[in-house]
């Protein structure tokens, strides 16, 4: 069977101070917010509940060691590019000296992905220390260690975000028969593939597919993969089949958690169906596993019906094929809103 419900037919430190920016949290860029590099002015302070034992930067990752777990803030902020990472309730010690130079720009030499790191005492009303890594461009991040052990580690790359592609079904599980008699995991894994072709050579992505070539995995198999690299995108990929009416024809795109789910399968909706020029069978809510359970925004996009005719016919064409893969990371690519 589909993977669809049947359907019914319808590193030396120091601070300094910037002009607050507009910031944009990465990966999913869909809320803004206004940070300032500067020190807070509010006076009464606030007493800490850690203190920074030690801060390390390798040539793409940030170290920062408290005496106990602490939540750090994490914000992406653009003109110009840097990364800042916020501890509230922290206070420097002994080991950790406070910033004394009035400059405060000490240069990293020859570092691909960062210019300087610094920090200061950014809001003593509630004792905020404010971290800003100034970067060389637009440059992603991924938190290694969240501070809940007592050690916040962020790797910079230049990677911007992570793309699960997930070609339905495979192996012993064939999905569903076509009008013809062929089957819908092979389908699945000739647009999977063209979708990840087209993805590598985009360099702000980094694509991952749950397979590659004929192999089964489970529903959480493919639902963990994409929550365990914390994926920013996650695309699943279909035909669909209603072998009792075999006039019913077009594409259904499902999501099912988030606002953010919502705006993804519209976006890949609307370039699918201008790519196959099927019928718009519309964008559903659906009660799958892997746009259920996955935790990034997630969307399930049924390309046509395999057991009509017509869809059949065309969809196991390679022009076909070509068209809509460059219609999926079309999708992709204006949700991540990548030029």
């Known amino acids: 069977p589909t993977a669809t419900p049947t359907p019914t037919p319808s590193a030396s430190v120091t601070p300094s101070a910037t002009p607050t920016p507009s910031a944009t949290p990465t990966p999913t860029p869909t809320s803004t917010v206004a940070p300032s590099d500067s020190p807070g002015t509010t006076s009464t302070p606030t007493p800490s509940n850690v203190s920074i034992d030690a801060v390390d930067f390798t040539v793409d990752t940030l170290t920062i060691r408290t005496s106990g777990p602490v939540k750090p803030k994490f914000l992406m902020v653009s003109n110009p590019d840097r990364l800042v990472v916020e501890l509230p309730l922290a206070s420097f010690s002994a080991a950790v000296p406070k910033p004394l130079t009035a400059e405060g720009v000490i240069p990293t030499a020859d570092n691909p992905l960062m210019t300087k790191l610094r920090y200061a005492l950014f809001d003593p009303s509630t004792s905020t220390i404010r971290f800003v890594i100034d970067l060389v461009g637009k440059i992603g991040y991924h938190v290694e260690k969240d501070g809940t052990d007592g050690i916040i580690q962020v790797k910079l790359s230049n990677i911007l975000y992570r793309v699960v592609i997930d070609p339905g079904h495979g192996d012993q599980d064939p999905?569903?028969?076509?009008?013809?008699?062929?089957?819908?995991?092979?389908?699945?894994?000739?647009?999977?593939?063209?979708?990840?072709?087209?993805?590598?050579?985009?360099?702000?992505?980094?694509?991952?597919?749950?397979?590659?070539?004929?192999?089964?995995?489970?529903?959480?198999?493919?639902?963990?993969?994409?929550?365990?690299?914390?994926?920013?995108?996650?695309?699943?990929?279909?035909?669909?089949?209603?072998?009792?009416?075999?006039?019913?024809?077009?594409?259904?795109?499902y999501y099912n958690r988030s606002d953010e789910s919502v705006t993804l399968a519209n976006i890949i909706h609307r370039n699918v169906v201008a790519a196959t020029g099927f019928v718009d069978r519309s964008v559903r809510f659906g009660d799958l596993h892997v746009v259920r359970e996955t935790t990034m925004p997630a969307t399930l996009v049924e390309v046509g019906y395999l057991s009509n005719q017509m869809n059949e016919a065309a969809m196991f064409t390679e022009d076909f094929q070509n068209r809509v893969a460059q219609a999926i990371v079309n999708?992709?690519?204006e949700f991540l809103k990548i030029q």
Do not use: C, W
């Open 175 to 253: 999905g569903a028969a076509t009008f013809t008699g062929k089957k819908e995991k092979d389908f699945n894994l000739a647009m999977g593939n063209k979708v990840m072709k087209l993805l590598e050579a985009i360099p702000q992505i980094q694509a991952y597919t749950t397979r590659s070539d004929d192999t089964f995995l489970t529903l959480q198999e493919r639902s963990s993969m994409a929550n365990t690299l914390k994926a920013d995108v996650y695309v699943s990929i279909h035909g669909n089949s209603f072998p009792n009416n075999p006039s019913v024809n077009g594409v259904e795109t």
């Open 331 to 333: 999708g992709i690519k």
